[in-house]
C-alpha cells in the first residue's frame, strides 16, 4: 500500500519564473555548446550507459510491490498516434522526434509563452517512484516512473484564480506519428485535470522509467502520470499546457461519451458499459493468472479519495 503523503514541496524546490527564465538564452547557448547534458546525465557512479538520469527514490510515494520489467513496459503500450494494437507503437514510435522540443504554455496564467524542453526540466529534481498503473482495459502494471510533481512546474507558471483546469496536448504531427494519418480518434489526443488534482503531490510530470530516458513509445519527451485514475488520463509527448475556466472535453470522453468521462478515477464499484472493472490483469503474469482486484483509486485512496467528497463517482466517471 502507498503511505499516507504530506505536502513536500519546498519554496527552496522552486526557482521563480523570472528568474529562470531570464536564465533561457544561457542555458540554450549552453545546450548548443555540449555543456548541459540534461536528460543524458548519468548517475553517479552509474556505469555510462548513455541514457541513464540523476534521480533520488522517492519511496514515501512508491508502492512496495515489485516493478514490472523494463521490457513488459516498454513493449505493452497504447500510444494510438502510432497504431491500435499494444506492441505497434514499440515499432512504429522510432520516427518521433524528441529533440529539439518545446512546450506552449498559454490560457489563465501570469507567465505564458513557448519554452524549451530545457526550460521546463532543468530546476526539477527527477524522482524515481513506483506507482501502480491501471488501464481502463482492466490490465495493470507496476511501473518505476522518473519525474517531478506536475504542481512544482505549474507553480512557476503563476495561475491565476480563474484557472480552474489545466488542458494538455499531445503533439500532431502526422508525418512523426502516423496513426494521426487516420480519424481513429479526434486528433490532437487532448487530456485534462481539475487544477487540484494537477496539484497534487501524487500526479507526475514523467521523463524516464527504469533510470532512463522515456523510450518514445512510453511518451518521449514528457508525459503525464496520475496514478489513482485510468491510463488514457496519462497523455504522452505533451507539447501544450493550459489554463482554463472551463472543464475541458478529454480525447476519450470525445470520442465515447457514454464510455470514457473526464474524472476516469478508478473505481471498482462502476463498470464500463461493456466490461466489468471489479478486478485486473497484471501484465507479466500470464494471461490465465488469476484476476487480482482493484482496488477504489487504485490503492491510492487515503490520498485523493478527499478530492472527491460530496461527489457522485457514478455520474462523475
Ligand atoms: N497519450 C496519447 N497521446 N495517445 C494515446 O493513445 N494512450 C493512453 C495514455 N496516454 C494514449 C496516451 C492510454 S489508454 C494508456 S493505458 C497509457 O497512455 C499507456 O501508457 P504506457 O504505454 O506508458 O503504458
Avoid at 543524458?40 to 550507459?49: D, I, K, T, V, Y
Avoid at 512523426?176 to 480518434?185: A, T, V
Avoid at 500526479?203 to 532512463?212: A, Q, S
Wanted: net charge positive; charged share 20%; glycine share 6%.
Amino acid at each position: 500500500m502507498a503511505r499516507t503523503p504530506s505536502t513536500r514541496i519546498l519554496p527552496s524546490d522552486i526557482t521563480p519564473p523570472e528568474v529562470f527564465f531570464n536564465r533561457r538564452q544561457a542555458i540554450a547557448a549552453a545546450i548548443a555548446a555540449g555543456v548541459v547534458g540534461l536528460a543524458h546525465e548519468e548517475p553517479a557512479g552509474a556505469a555510462s550507459s548513455g541514457s541513464g538520469l540523476k534521480y533520488t527514490r522517492n519511496t514515501r510515494y512508491s508502492v512496495n510491490e515489485a516493478p514490472n520489467s523494463y521490457e513488459d513496459i516498454t513493449t505493452y503500450n497504447n500510444f494510438y498516434e502510432f497504431g491500435t494494437d499494444k506492441s505497434d507503437p514499440v515499432q512504429n514510435a522510432g520516427s518521433l522526434r524528441t529533440r529539439p522540443w518545446s512546450v506552449v504554455v498559454d490560457g489563465e496564467a501570469e507567465v505564458t509563452g513557448t519554452f524549451t524542453l530545457e526550460d521546463i526540466l532543468k530546476p526539477h529534481p527527477l524522482e524515481e517512484r513506483i506507482y501502480r498503473f491501471r488501464c481502463v482495459e482492466a490490465w495493470s502494471m507496476i511501473v518505476p516512473w522518473l519525474g517531478f510533481p506536475l504542481g512544482d512546474l505549474l507553480k512557476r507558471f503563476k495561475p491565476t484564480s480563474k484557472a480552474k483546469y489545466v488542458q494538455f496536448t499531445t503533439l500532431y504531427d502526422p508525418k512523426q506519428m502516423p496513426g494521426q494519418r487516420y480519424p481513429i480518434l479526434d486528433w490532437p489526443y487532448v487530456e485534462g485535470l481539475r487544477m487540484d488534482e494537477a496539484m497534487h503531490p501524487l500526479t507526475l510530470m514523467v521523463v524516464g522509467v527504469y533510470g532512463k530516458v522515456l523510450p518514445n513509445q512510453n511518451g518521449a519527451p514528457l508525459r503525464l502520470i496520475v496514478p489513482w485514475k485510468y491510463g488514457f488520463k496519462s497523455i504522452k509527448s505533451i507539447v501544450k499546457i493550459s489554463f482554463v475556466e472551463r472543464q475541458p472535453r478529454n480525447t476519450w470522453n470525445v470520442a465515447t461519451p457514454h464510455e470514457y468521462g473526464f474524472y476516469a478515477n478508478v473505481n471498482p464499484a462502476v463498470d464500463h458499459p461493456r466490461w466489468s472493472q471489479a478486478k485486473e490483469r497484471r501484465i507479466g503474469n500470464g494471461f490465465f493468472a488469476k484476476r487480482i482486484d482493484t482496488l477504489p483509486f487504485n490503492g491510492y485512496a487515503d490520498q485523493v479519495a478527499s478530492l472527491y467528497k460530496g461527489m457522485d463517482l457514478r455520474r462523475y466517471f
